[in-house]
């Protein structure tokens, strides 16, 4: 994949992650907001469970940002397409499956 293309499409990806992050957040205020209220008959630990998940779903979506803005970095710096880990150069078929790769896919596997 050349830099325009990652640019592109990396670009394309922050602007759909904010946006699933600001509706995701704003279901959390809303279950937390709605199970505030009196003379609710709904189970309160449902209510939590749900702000609880919409808070792991933020942390991810919040984690994917910042792995694309890292990505987006890279590709300024002109280091873009190499392990972050190794400086070894990124296949490009794991760089078409998700362009802000920051290792190899043998590197991700020993980390876990």
Do not use: C
Not at 75 to 98: F, H, K, Q
Request: net charge negative; proline share 4%; glycine share 8%.
């Amino acid at each position: 994949m050349d830099e325009d293309q990652a640019r592109t499409r990396l670009t394309a990806e922050r602007t759909e992650v904010e946006s699933l992050l600001a509706e995701t957040e704003a279901e959390a205020r809303q279950n937390r907001e709605t199970g505030d209220e009196p003379g609710d008959i709904g189970d309160p630990a449902q209510t939590l469970t749900a702000g609880d998940m919409a808070d792991a779903v933020s942390a991810r979506l919040r984690d994917r940002l910042a792995t694309i803005g890292r990505a987006l970095q890279r590709l300024d710096d002109g280091t873009y397409g190499r392990s972050v880990r190794s400086g070894t150069p990124i296949p490009g078929d794991r760089l078409d499956a998700d362009p802000a790769a920051e290792l190899t896919i043998e590197e991700a596997q020993a980390r876990g």
